[in-house]
């Protein structure tokens, strides 16, 4: 019997470093915004994300206007803060609303 001459060569798989977000703009219900915000949690992540304006940055861009302006309400200087302008987001547009 002849010796197999094939190797055994690892298989390298390399994960993206931009994560799809789908534009939000608040007005497709819970599974939506928990689908918005496992995004961008995922973004931040994947992206090594390591200050708020980076992370800031990624969640401003993929908001629309409307979503927008009611963070700039609800939020009344403070959306400088990421995890808050996603918890926002979340009891707004989410569960909390829903029910």
């Known amino acids: 019997m002849a010796a197999s001459t094939k190797k055994n060569n690892p298989i390298v ?3 993206p470093r931009e994560v799809p ?5 608040g007005d497709g219900g819970a599974r939506d915004t928990r ?3 496992e995004e961008v949690k995922a973004a931040w992540s994947a992206q090594r994300c390591e200050t708020e304006q980076e992370k800031r940055g990624i969640l401003w861009s993929h908001l629309g206007e409307e979503v927008r302006r009611e963070l700039n309400c609800l939020l ?4 400088r803060d990421s995890q808050r302008m996603l918890h926002t987001i979340a009891t707004t547009y989410g569960e ?3 029910t």
């Open 76 to 79: 009344d200087g403070h959306t």
């Open 13 to 15: 798989v390399l994960a």
């Open 96 to 98: 909390i609303q829903s």
């Open 35 to 37: 689908r918005f915000v």
């Open 21 to 25: 977000i789908g534009k939000f703009y």
